[in-house]
């Protein structure tokens, strides 16, 4: 949550001058350029027609960041502006490839459908800022690319799924939902989850009373619910990400937040202190490590490093609670 509230420290989009819009696409092309590359070095042993695609992806995308380049220079000179995706309102940073240990064939076919669809949507809104007519030809030119980009996604799928297997995997429509509604409500889950651990623990010992443990369990999820969702739908706006609709996500993260959290709170419906908070103990254990399932299948993230931050970070958080319930 820390990550999206220092959205509000970054620049808007609508404010960019013409030669900050060239620095920014500069600097996006050699990232995106990189990551393709190594997409390409991650999977060359195992799939080498997959891995080609990408290195003719990373090259293209230094074709894009040269005429970017070339038209910067001829009307702003030879020193870019030092502006980047993370300083810019409504942008969705790129997870660094070194970290993505367990990239499957699926996952990558989907991260090149959001980078693609990203930079399309990039392109096409920074056209209709600019009124310099070069840049603006450009940004459309590109724009138009990019969207043709999009189709490597279906290449790769076409090179390693099998007919029947191609009519249950994703289509763009799937893509798009995974975007707007999974990726959001992963995060509420687990944020839900973890957060609300430490109130409804130390009410529960504080006050050995079920029904009050459950009102302090419910009033903070549903609050946390709240949180997650005004904070995910104000966060980015969707129109450069492409990352759909803020309301339909601020819905998904906040749903998915307050859910997270009720999930250890239920128990104390039951009337019995120590069979509910059993009950309570058995479902947090469990949530702990689905959430580290969920890391690593959907979110890229190593099972033992994610085992290691949710399960270890739930725990503590788990204990604080009873410590300050029975302090």
């Not at 190594?38 to 997959?50: F, L, M, V």
């Not at 030879?78 to 502006?83: G, M, Q, R, S």
């Not at 450009?138 to 138009?144: C, H, S």
């Not at 076409?158 to 999974?182: M, N, P, Y």
Request: glycine share 8%.
């Amino acid at each position: 949550m820390l990550t999206r509230f220092l959205e509000h420290g970054k620049r808007d989009f609508s404010s960019l001058s013409a030669a900050e819009i060239l620095s920014l696409s500069v600097a996006a092309e050699e990232e995106d350029g990189r990551i393709y590359a190594a997409y390409a070095d991650k999977i060359r042993d195992t799939y080498p027609a997959s891995a080609k695609i990408f290195e003719g992806m990373a090259e293209e995308e230094d074709t894009h960041r040269q005429r970017l380049l070339d038209l910067y220079k001829q009307k702003f000179g030879d020193t870019l502006i030092p502006i980047r995706r993370e300083h810019v309102r409504g942008f969705f940073t790129r997870k660094p490839v070194w970290l993505m240990q367990n990239l499957s064939i699926e996952t990558i076919r989907q991260q090149v459908w959001e980078m693609e669809r990203g930079a399309y949507n990039f392109y096409t809104e920074a056209a209709k800022l600019t009124k310099d007519v070069e840049v603006r030809k450009l940004l459309g030119t590109l724009a138009a690319e990019e969207a043709r980009h999009e189709h490597k996604a279906d290449a790769l799928e076409a090179a390693h799924l099998g007919e029947s297997e191609k009519d249950a995997e994703a289509s763009e429509a799937h893509r798009q939902f995974v975007l707007t509604f999974i990726q959001p409500g992963l995060a509420g889950l687990m944020d839900g989850s973890v957060s609300t651990l430490a109130p409804v623990f130390a009410a529960a010992f504080a006050t050995g009373d079920t029904w009050q443990t459950f009102l302090v369990g419910l009033a903070a999820s549903v609050g946390a619910g709240i949180s997650m969702g005004f904070t995910e739908a104000a966060a980015d706006d969707g129109k450069l990400t492409g990352r759909g609709s803020p309301i339909k996500r601020g819905f998904a993260a906040g749903i998915m937040t307050a859910l997270g959290g009720l999930g250890h709170a239920l128990p104390y419906l039951i009337p019995h202190f120590w069979v509910a908070t059993s009950v309570a103990f058995a479902v947090v254990f469990v949530e702990l490590w689905t959430i580290a399932y969920v890391q690593n299948r959907f979110m890229d993230t190593p099972f033992f490093r994610a085992a290691f931050q949710v399960v270890l970070g739930g725990a503590l958080v788990f204990a604080a609670g009873i410590l300050i319930g029975n302090a």
